[in-house]
């Protein structure tokens, strides 16, 4: 049995449907939020340009172990969320702007001061300090490592923590996540 990605119910033979360019596989009575989507018929004759997550293939002995590392990394991408891009980025402290400030401060430096040491535009210190702009990783690199501070977000990994939403099972369905407008 399979979750509705919408509202959440059990069912045997889920339809995919795509609802605002997003493709979920619901049950029957959420069909009519979107538009089916039609699966292709799986042929048996091999493409000329085929992929290694096809099951159909015209070689010969490489192509069962490629088919089975397939068939592992997809079934385990289904039990844990695929990690992307910003995963591996740290967040900016939201008071970003006050610790560079406080440490600029305690170390007697004037914000013309601090950006010819950094070699940067006393502009660019100012606004950072304001909090109008946000350093690049190179201007933030430069400034923890003066100023001898740290400018990324504590525990920012905790934000999925936070979450309370989800069944029982741990899975989440866009049920869970949406809030009406009625």
């Known amino acids: 049995m399979v979750q509705c990605e919408m509202c959440g119910a059990e069912t045997s033979s889920p339809k995919t449907i795509k609802v605002e ?21 799986s042929s048996s004759a091999s493409t000329k ?3 290694g997550s096809s099951s159909s293939s015209s070689s010969g002995g490489g192509q069962s172990a490629g088919s089975s590392t397939g068939s592992s990394s997809s079934s385990s991408s289904s039990q844990r969320r695929r990690t992307d891009m ?6 900016l402290a939201t008071d970003y ?5 406080n440490a600029r401060e305690s170390k007697g430096l004037s914000q013309s001061d ?6 940067e535009k006393a502009s660019l210190i100012r606004k950072i300090e304001r909090g109008d702009t946000l350093p690049s990783d190179r201007v933030q690199s430069k400034l923890e490592n003066y100023l001898d501070i ?3 977000a504590e525990g920012s990994s905790g934000g999925d923590s936070e979450w309370s939403g989800g069944s029982s ?3 989440y369905t866009l049920g869970d996540v949406v809030k009406r407008k009625d």
């Open 169 to 171: 099972t741990g899975s």
């Open 86 to 91: 910003f995963d591996d980025m740290e967040e």
């Open 97 to 101: 702007d006050d610790r560079v400030r």
């Open 150 to 152: 740290d400018l990324s």
């Open 114 to 119: 601090l950006a010819n040491e950094l070699n």
């Open 49 to 51: 340009y085929s992929t």
């Open 21 to 41: 360019g997003a493709k979920l596989d619901v049950c029957s009575n959420c069909t009519d939020f979107g538009t089916e989507v039609k699966q292709p018929a």
